[in-house]
């Protein structure tokens, strides 16, 4: 939930929001984007450094019980995997705030997505270039439901780099579909993701006019 910077905040154990999580007064409009992948590709790093409010998190430990049915690329440094959601807020201007929403990755949670997507403007892809076959049913699923979205390739230290048209013929891209590069560890990099998505919105909304 948010609150107005108007709200009367109460003391003690009913205390109200921490000052960094009010939602600003100014806020005008609010945009519901998702942020989507395959398992480890960065979504909960991607929400968690571009969040301006603590970021809600379902990530639970990773057990021997995934063994065979989750994907298990990175579980040697990897111990945990988002179940449910990721949430975080990002104002874009003093007027528009963004609701991001990370789903999961483990393909048996992806049930879940259909409820994420609902309502979404949008959705940023995060693709791994060391995995990019994680990414087909992804993009696949995002055609079926008519999200628009971006790709954003997360430059891991040892993942391969690839030209940016060799990337869209290899996920069988459409030519006006965007594709960035960025580092989901860096609040910045993602923020010009995001915005990146959301000129791209701008541009259909204006091409439907």
Not at 22 to 41: H, Q, S
Not at 97 to 110: N, S
Not at 144 to 152: D, N, T
Not at 183 to 205: F, G, K, N, P
Request: proline share 5%; hydrophobic share 45%; charged share 25%.
């Amino acid at each position: 939930m948010d609150f107005k910077s108007s709200d009367t905040l109460t003391s003690g154990p009913f205390a109200g929001p921490r000052e960094q999580d009010v939602l600003p007064a100014t806020a005008a409009a609010a945009v519901k984007i998702v942020i989507v992948g395959g398992f480890g590709v960065g979504k909960t790093t991607m929400v968690g450094s571009v969040s301006e409010i603590r970021p809600l998190t379902t990530e639970e430990t990773m057990t021997q019980a995934g063994i065979g049915v989750d994907d298990d690329y990175g579980s040697e440094t990897k111990t945990a995997t988002t179940v449910a959601m990721d949430f975080g807020r990002i104002s874009i201007s003093d007027e528009l705030v963004l609701y991001l929403f990370g789903t999961p990755g483990q393909e048996r949670f992806w049930f879940l997505w259909n409820g994420l997507f609902e309502g979404a403007l949008g959705a940023v892809v995060l693709i791994d270039t060391r995995r990019l076959e994680v990414s087909f049913d992804v993009i696949g699923r995002l055609e079926e439901r008519g999200v628009p979205f971006i790709i954003a390739v997360n430059d891991f230290p040892d993942a391969p780099r690839h030209p940016v048209e060799a990337l869209r013929a290899a996920l069988d891209l459409e030519k006006e579909v965007p594709i960035v590069h960025c580092d989901a560890r860096q609040r910045a990099s993602s923020r010009d993701a995001l915005m990146t998505l959301m000129h791209y919105l701008h541009s259909l909304a204006m091409a439907r006019a």
